[in-house]
């Protein structure tokens, strides 16, 4: 079992940047694959990116595309976001998920807290 712990959100103007990161413990982190999800008040919650227990391979939705970058540290037990050009329609609760797989995977087992990000106009 695997438990995650998301931090780095908070409030930014449109354009900005921000850096989300997901600790997670145990002592098999590098088994997992991880994915940033998130979502808005009203709406249902979307994958935003996702990386393989390597960090060979990665997916991004449509709409983050050349925006966001996902990373992991398999020595530090963590992913990271990197948020760049942030518009307000990238606001939402951003949740990091992990499910003990070599693929890329379509469910997800554990979930973290989630993180707040708003981004003004």
């Known amino acids: 079992q695997v438990q995650l712990v998301e931090s780095g959100g908070g409030l930014v103007q449109a354009g900005g940047s921000l850096r989300l990161s997901c600790a997670a413990s145990g002592r098999t982190f590098s088994s997992y694959a991880m994915g940033w999800f998130r979502q808005a008040p009203g709406k249902e919650r979307d994958v935003v990116a996702a990386?393989?227990?390597?960090?060979?391979?990665?997916v991004y939705a449509d709409s983050v595309k050349g925006r966001f970058t996902i990373s992991r540290d398999n020595a530090k037990n963590t992913v990271y976001l990197q948020m760049n050009s942030l518009k307000p329609g990238d606001t939402a609760v951003y949740y990091c998920a992990a499910r003990q797989s070599r693929a890329l995977p379509f469910e997800y087992d554990y979930w973290g807290q989630g993180t707040q990000v708003t981004v003004s106009s």
């Open positions: 990386i393989n227990w390597s960090g060979s391979s990665t």
